[in-house]
């Protein structure tokens, strides 16, 4: 799951990342039950933080993405979305190059996605009976096999 502890966010970011993360779900034109899980995750994991927050009701303001900590959370939140489903569309890449130019950070999509790959990785750092598998998945992400060996090593 999204981990929120890297960056402190305030409730109206955290409204802006759960209405970007829908606007994703949206973009390919079908709301798959996995992308959908994600986003319950995330609001979930901020209302019990922010136990008032009525997500349904705000509007997307990126006004409050203020800065470049809060730009790559909301790519990387919009980014778990796309990938719930294990294919990211057109549609979705599109999406994520959208907010990429209107932040101007310096990251394509494909680096938020081996990045994704490289965090999946390495949560099996020290499993080694499934290594195939996850090998395998790492690759799907874009990762060479250098580098998820160096992940896993």
Excluded: W
Excluded at 60 to 66: N, Q
């Amino acid at each position: 799951m999204i981990n929120l502890k890297h960056v402190d966010i305030e409730a109206a970011v955290a409204i802006c990342i759960a209405n970007g993360m829908k606007e994703m779900a949206n973009a390919d034109g079908e709301l798959h039950p996995d992308e959908l899980s994600v986003i319950d995750g995330f609001i979930s994991e901020i209302q019990a933080e922010f136990p008032n927050l009525n997500i349904n009701q705000s509007p997307l303001d990126l006004s409050v993405i203020d800065s470049e900590d809060k730009q790559i959370l909301f790519l990387q939140c919009l980014t778990y979305v796309a990938l719930a489903d294990r294919v990211i569309q057109d549609p979705e890449v599109a999406l994520l190059q959208k907010y990429i130019d209107l932040f101007a950070v310096d990251i394509t999509p494909q680096d938020l996605i081996r990045d994704l790959g490289a965090s999946f990785v390495a949560q099996y750092k020290d499993i080694t009976a499934c290594r195939d598998t996850v090998v395998n998945i790492g690759k799907e992400f874009g990762l060479s096999e250098d580098k998820i060996n160096q992940i896993l090593s």
